[in-house]
C-alpha cells in the first residue's frame, strides 16, 4: 500500500512539473476581445472602447499552446506611426490549458490609448508577447487601425 501511494505521489509530481516537455515550440496568437478572442489580420479594423476608468483603450486577448500556463506574463504594445507605443503588462493563469498542451485563451486585457487622436483611424503595431515561468517566450505581432464605433 505504501507503494502504491509512492508511485501515486510520483505521478502527481511529474504531472506538476513546469519544466514539462512540449511537443511544439510555443504558440501565440493576436486577437482582441473583452470577453471573447476575435483573431485578426493584418490591416484589420479593431474597436476603441470606453476603459473602466473612462479612458479610451483596446481589449487585448491571445491563445496560448505549449507555454506554462501558471504563471504567464503578457505584455501588449500598441505602437502609433509616429508616437511612443502604449503597453500593459498582466499576469494570467490559464486553467483550462491542460498544464499547456491545450490551446487556451485570455481576454479583456485593456490597453490604454493615452492620446486617442495619435492611434485612431491610423495602421499601429498591435503586438503581443508571451512568457512562461521556464523563460520560453513567443511573440505575435499584426497592423492594427484602431476605430471608433459608435455607441449602441
Do not use: N
Not at 10 to 39: H, I, R, T, W
Not at 40 to 66: C, E, H, K, N
Not at 82 to 102: E, Y
Amino acid at each position: 500500500m505504501l507503494r502504491i501511494a509512492g508511485l501515486i505521489a510520483v505521478s502527481l509530481v511529474a504531472c506538476a512539473d513546469p519544466g514539462a516537455s512540449y511537443p511544439g515550440p510555443p504558440e501565440l496568437v493576436l486577437g482582441f476581445g473583452e470577453s471573447q478572442l476575435v483573431p485578426l489580420a493584418d490591416g484589420d479594423p479593431v474597436p476603441i472602447a470606453m476603459g473602466p476608468q473612462g479612458g479610451t483603450i483596446v481589449w487585448g486577448a491571445a491563445s496560448v499552446r505549449y507555454l506554462d500556463p501558471e504563471q504567464l506574463e503578457l505584455t501588449f504594445t500598441i505602437t502609433p506611426p509616429q508616437g511612443a507605443p502604449s503597453v500593459r503588462r498582466a499576469l494570467a493563469a490559464l486553467d483550462d490549458a491542460d498544464g499547456g498542451f491545450a490551446p487556451s485563451t485570455t481576454v479583456g486585457h485593456p490597453v490604454f490609448l493615452p492620446d486617442e487622436d495619435e492611434f485612431r483611424g491610423r495602421p499601429c503595431a498591435w503586438r503581443v508577447e508571451a512568457r512562461d515561468r521556464d523563460g520560453r517566450t513567443a511573440v505575435d505581432e499584426k497592423t492594427i487601425v484602431p476605430t471608433r464605433y459608435a455607441q449602441p
